[in-house]
């Protein structure tokens, strides 16, 4: 009896978590709910890369992982400087009224 | 054994995918962020199932541990009543709906048609013992530049934020 699950399976969970990602990123207006869903990507393409790195036998999957991870800390660290800054300047945060680039 | 793993793994996958939905619908940060705390900590049980025992700390310490609690302290500086405006979701939404699920579809196909080729091996208890271990090797031999070129990375992320956060600039 197999006792692993098959590979697509974990597949199908990473690409159900990307797509709902990407929807987030999309439809919402609150940036901070966009960082979170970016968060929520990132974590798609890390069991991707897991799940991969199991597949072959290496461990090059986990260490690409971890520095998805590193970047995913850098870029929420950033990204809510950004946003704390933006805050003090404007008092919103919805993303459709950051358009002081559009003038 | 299989039946645990089977059983451990549909919960999980279960318990991420709901959440990440809540995640994205709810209207209050606060509940947003919980639930991402949420599918966070599913996927680190699905790394564990895929005895990436390391990952599964890294996960749990680095994302939930420390930028989900930068997140969380955020929104509590930020809290204004903009959680509770009537909308929520900005208008391009069906747009978007249709696009994220025309871009999901195709990558639906190409696993769909390329399941056949994919196996996991059974689970090797030499490896599986030594994760960590291997983890560092690959880390500090093969991968020490970008590993040095990630801290370089980091500090300019803490510089960045630091800059950004001040309150002259």
Redesign the interface.
């Given at each position: 009896m197999n006792a692993t699950i098959p590979t697509d399976y974990y597949l199908w969970l990473s690409l159900a978590l990307f797509t709902i990602g990407v929807i987030g990123v999309l439809t919402r207006r609150n940036v901070i709910i966009i960082l979170m869903s970016i968060e929520l990507i990132l974590n798609a393409v890390n069991i991707n890369l897991m799940v991969f790195s199991r597949m072959w036998g290496s461990v090059d999957g986990q260490v690409f992982a971890i520095f998805v991870i590193t970047d995913a800390a850098a870029e929420a660290a950033v990204g809510l400087g950004i946003i704390l800054a933006f805050f003090r300047n404007r008092e919103t945060l919805l993303a459709d009224e950051m358009d002081m680039l559009k003038w | 054994?299989?039946a645990l793993?089977?059983i451990l793994?549909f919960f999980l996958?279960a318990l991420?995918?709901v959440s990440?939905?809540l995640?994205?619908t709810r209207r209050n940060?606060v509940h947003?962020?919980v639930y991402?705390i949420t599918?966070?900590l599913a996927?680190a049980g699905?790394?564990l199932?895929?005895?990436?025992e390391?990952?599964f700390v890294?996960?749990v310490i680095?994302?939930v541990g420390?930028?989900m609690v930068?997140?969380v302290f955020?929104?509590m500086?930020?809290n204004?009543d903009?959680?509770l405006?009537r909308?929520?979701?900005?208008?391009?939404?069906f747009v978007?709906?249709v696009?994220?699920?025309a871009?999901?579809a195709q990558?639906?196909l190409a696993?769909w048609m390329g399941?056949n080729s994919?196996?996991?091996?059974?689970?090797?208890a030499s490896?599986a013992a030594k994760?960590t271990e291997?983890?560092g090797?690959?880390?500090f031999q093969?991968?020490m530049l970008?590993f040095e070129i990630?801290s370089i990375?980091?500090l300019?992320?803490?510089i960045?934020?630091?800059?950004?956060?001040k309150?002259r600039?």
């Open positions: - | 054994m299989a793993n089977s793994f996958s991420a995918v990440a939905i995640m994205v940060i947003g962020a991402l599918t966070l996927t699905i790394f199932l895929l005895q990436a390391f990952l890294v996960q680095l994302y420390g930028i930068l997140f955020v929104i500086l930020v204004l903009v959680s405006l909308f929520q979701f900005n208008g391009q939404r978007a709906g696009l994220a699920l871009l999901s990558v639906f696993i399941r994919l196996h996991l091996p059974e689970p090797a490896i994760n291997a983890v090797d690959a880390l093969r991968f970008p990630a990375l980091l300019v992320a803490m960045g934020a630091v800059v950004m956060a309150r600039v």
